[in-house]
């Protein structure tokens, strides 16, 4: 079992920037590391992946944008964002993916809110 847990959500003027972390109760090594998010009325969304030898992947929306990284040492993966626009107000999550192993898991979810 894996907890994971994030941070840095918040509420931030457009144009801004805001940095989130997940952070996992063990290693992260084996498994593919996302973020996802839902926005009220929506279904939740692909915004990035980034697999365990640093292949990165991202939404159409958030290309130029957002960049996810990770520090497998810190068995933490991040979601940095900029130039933050109304339309990214979601709650955002953090999952952790090992398909061949079947072990999926997903955090609580941290609350971005993009007004002015």
């Known amino acids: 079992q894996v907890q994971l847990v994030e941070s840095g959500g918040g509420l931030v003027q457009p144009g801004g920037s805001l940095r989130l972390s997940c952070a996992a109760s063990t290693s992260i090594g084996i498994y593919v590391m996302g973020w996802y998010r839902q926005a009220p009325g929506k279904q939740r969304e692909l915004v990035a992946t980034i697999t365990t030898g640093g292949r990165t992947n991202y939404a159409d929306s958030v290309k130029g944008r957002f960049t996810i990284s990770r520090d497998n040492a810190k068995n933490t993966a991040y979601l940095q964002m900029i130039t933050l626009k109304p339309e990214d107000t979601a709650v955002y999550y953090c999952?952790?993916?090992?398909?061949?192993?079947?072990?999926?898991?997903w955090g609580q979810g941290t609350q971005v809110t993009v007004s002015s």
């Open positions: 999952d952790a993916d090992a398909p061949l192993l079947k072990r999926h898991y």
